[in-house]
């Protein structure tokens, strides 16, 4: 029988409260926690219960990619995922040790009700919850003013099949250092039906409140060779692009958890995401230019060819084709093993 949800997180903490607290929720709904070390960070995991895999037993795991992937990254995430597969999850939810999940959180369908946002080349999804002058992380800075970018109707609500959603987070939420060096204060968003972006339009999404079914699996992967605070930002590029080529979207849910922010360096986030300042849109455009698959089990061959024209282009160096390379055949094996989704080719 499959596990309802596998939640995955990566820390170098011992259990910080907002990780107790979804340990609570997890129990409460016969979910499962694995929690993903590195080289730093405590050899032992005191919670009952949690999967606890430390960076020397990380090396052991079967996985093609286990002894490729970079110490000190938060792309060794991606360990997360593939155990999840393997210990057959029905549903993945991805968050960070510092995302505490709130009173309206819980499990989540694949079949999502949502309004449909009108289509547009970007949508500024956390505007379409709350008035607030504010922005995701990964949005091109010189879109945050343009109000085509959060104009937005009230819809009927209508059924849609989503294999990748993401909830919001009070408290903290996920921007960029300039909106924290120039705005930062509290934000609560308000309580708005979900959203539906359909194909063609961007928004950039995290990996801070994300739930994953098993058609986006081989998209979850978090590239190496790039910064932190864009590795989850350019993952959602290529996610998105290749949920299109299925005739799909991503839905935006209203927030489900709080965040009580790590301590940052705001002038080390600012460094680490100059490069998508620059590149973004760049990166949007590559992706949308490229004839994609649309079979259905054709996400791993997709994802391979979205990077090997980011790698063309620069924006990867040719390091991060061997780990792509690891885990396609990862996923491969394991969705044929688990009998998640129809054979890969």
């Not at 219960?49 to 430390?54: C, D, E, K, T, Y």
């Not at 949508?123 to 992380?137: A, G, K, S």
């Not at 909106?179 to 609560?188: E, G, K, Q, S, Y």
Request: aromatic letters at 10%; one cysteine or more; proline letters at 9%.
């Amino acid at each position: 029988m499959n596990t309802p949800v596998t939640a995955v997180i990566t820390t170098i903490q011992a259990p910080t409260p907002a990780v107790r607290a979804l340990h609570d929720v997890l129990q409460q709904t016969d979910g499962r926690l694995v929690v993903i070390g590195d080289a730093k960070g405590p050899p032992h995991f005191d919670l009952e219960g949690v999967q606890f895999v430390p960076l020397d037993a990380q090396q052991a795991l079967p996985f093609t990619l286990a002894d490729r992937l970079p110490t000190g990254h938060y792309a060794r995430k991606n360990l997360g995922y593939l155990l999840a597969m393997q210990q057959g999850a029905a549903c993945i939810y991805e968050t960070d040790d510092d995302n505490a999940p709130n009173a309206t959180w819980q499990p989540r369908a694949q079949k999502v009700k949502a309004e449909a946002v009108a289509p547009r080349p970007w949508c500024n999804v956390f505007r379409l919850f709350t008035d607030e002058h504010i922005w995701p992380r990964g949005f091109p800075l010189d879109q945050i003013r343009n109000p085509a970018t959060y104009a937005h109707e009230d819809a009927p609500l209508r059924a849609v099949e989503s294999p990748i959603q993401q909830g919001l987070a009070d408290g903290s939420p996920d921007v960029d250092a300039v909106w924290r060096l120039t705005l930062d204060r509290d934000v609560r968003f308000d309580r708005r039906p979900s959203v539906w972006l359909p194909p063609g339009t961007w928004c950039p999404f995290n990996s801070q409140s994300t739930w994953w079914w098993p058609p986006a699996w081989p998209l979850m992967y978090l590239p190496s060779h790039c910064t932190f605070r864009m590795t989850d930002i350019w993952r959602s590029f290529v996610a998105q692009r290749c949920l299109w080529a299925m005739e799909q979207g991503v839905v935006f849910h209203a927030s489900e958890v709080v965040q009580e922010r790590n301590e940052h360096d705001l002038m080390r986030d600012f460094e680490d995401e100059v490069p998508g300042y620059l590149h973004n849109v760049g990166i949007t455009e590559i992706l949308e230019g490229l004839d994609l698959d649309a079979a259905p089990h054709a996400a791993a061959d997709n994802l391979r060819a979205c990077y090997d024209a980011l790698i063309a282009a620069g924006r990867f160096p040719d390091a991060e084709r061997p780990l792509v390379d690891a885990w396609c055949r990862d996923v491969r094996s394991l969705m044929r093993s688990t009998s998640s989704s129809p054979p890969t080719s």
